[in-house]
């Protein structure tokens, strides 16, 4: 026997259609199947188009047929069983997180379980919860259980007078019109594939590097705090005094065909910045460009194991990321070129977000000296 809907009245007909532009699936389910029976839809088709069983629309279109609207009005639903943890139950188990956990539970971080046990046995009314229970309480007060983030810190004694130096030093660069302040770092590469991720139906399969000395070859960079311009060096092998001499006489080259007449040099502690021969090398040059009017060359050394302080670090990390993986580069020319255009490309990315934290840190100073 087909079940259909009696005549819907004009009133009936302009609340069903409030129901299907309300945001309550129940009421818009509802008000579906009776329009859609009026318009002499079979109950199988309703129920298929819905996604209800078909004995769920008949009951539908008989309570409206015997009692109207008030019959298929969605109505609020119970609150449910009454919670059976106390109130305090949350902030009784956060407070637990922050406490290491007794020496009976033989662990150095807190387990669910471990939670549970010693709850029920401090908070008074709570006879027993179940460790998914710690898990959601916890979760609405957003505790998860969170990796660890490491903290960097430097152990040199003397890290805050450094630090102090390195800002005075470059205050005296940007305010000076004929000087500059240049970080210099240093980074080592090799051409052959390294083990990183990379998109592949299979895990992807790396070469083992046995000559891996031969196809190293070392990345000297210079970037101008000010200006953000990027000078770039290459030596074969791994950084070493030499080959710092030898960059530092290109870069001060530059520079003195630049008419700059004093740089300061940031760099870290690296053997090769803080050996004799570099030190002995540095003095000589001093000397020689006080006589020849060359541009002279200010030593500024980071603190000790401060990575952080030195924007090179940064853009060598992406550097490597960009351009390493499961790829064998068939020459170090390739290669070089290859990181080479990685570098400027993270150096040019970076200059607008710089030029707005300098304006913004120029405007501070300005609010400042006016308060």
Not at 186 to 195: A, E, G, N
Request: glycine share 6%; aromatic share 10%.
């Amino acid at each position: 026997m087909t079940i259909r809907v009696r005549t819907i009245r004009d009133e009936e007909r302009e609340t069903l259609g409030q129901w299907e532009r309300a945001d309550g699936v129940v009421a818009y389910r509802h008000a579906r199947v009776l329009l859609l029976s009026a318009q002499g839809w079979r109950c199988a088709r309703i129920a298929e188009a819905l996604g209800l069983h078909v004995q769920t629309v008949r009951d539908l279109i008989k309570a409206f047929n015997a009692d109207g609207l008030d019959a298929v009005t969605p109505r609020p639903r119970s609150g449910g069983r009454p919670p059976t943890l106390p109130p305090e139950t949350g902030e009784a188990a956060e407070d637990l997180t922050r406490q290491d956990p007794p020496l009976e539970e033989g662990r150095g971080t807190w387990t669910l379980h471990g939670l549970a046990r010693v709850l029920t046995q401090r908070l008074e009314g709570l006879r027993a919860i179940s460790h998914e229970s710690i898990r959601r309480v916890l979760g609405a007060r957003d505790v998860l259980y969170r990796q660890a983030k490491a903290w960097l810190t430097s152990p040199d004694p003397r890290y805050a007078l450094h630090k102090a130096q390195r800002d005075r030093l470059l205050a005296l660069a940007r305010a000076v019109p004929d000087g500059a302040a240049v970080w210099l770092d240093q980074s080592w590469f090799s051409r052959w594939p390294y083990r990183y991720r990379a998109w592949a139906s299979r895990p992807p399969r790396v070469p083992q590097r046995w000559n891996e000395a031969v196809d190293t070859t070392a990345l000297y960079a210079a970037l101008e705090d000010d200006s953000q311009e990027a000078f770039l060096g290459w030596a074969e092998g791994q950084p070493n005094t030499g080959n710092t001499i030898a960059f530092l006489e290109a870069l001060l080259a530059h520079y003195q065909a630049l008419g700059k007449r004093f740089i300061v040099l940031l760099w870290d502690h690296a053997p090769w910045h803080t050996c004799q021969g570099t030190r002995r090398w540095v003095r000589e040059y001093n000397r020689r460009a006080k006589q020849e009017g060359l541009t002279r060359l200010v030593l500024c050394y980071l603190p000790v194991r401060s990575p952080w302080l030195m924007p090179l670090e940064a853009i060598f990390g992406w550097v490597k990321h960009q351009v390493l993986g499961p790829r064998l580069f068939g020459t170090i020319k390739r290669f070089q070129e290859a990181v080479e255009r990685a570098f400027r490309d993270r150096v040019e990315a970076a200059q607008p977000r710089r030029a707005r934290y300098w304006a913004a840190s120029a405007a501070a100073r300005k609010l400042r000296s006016v308060v």
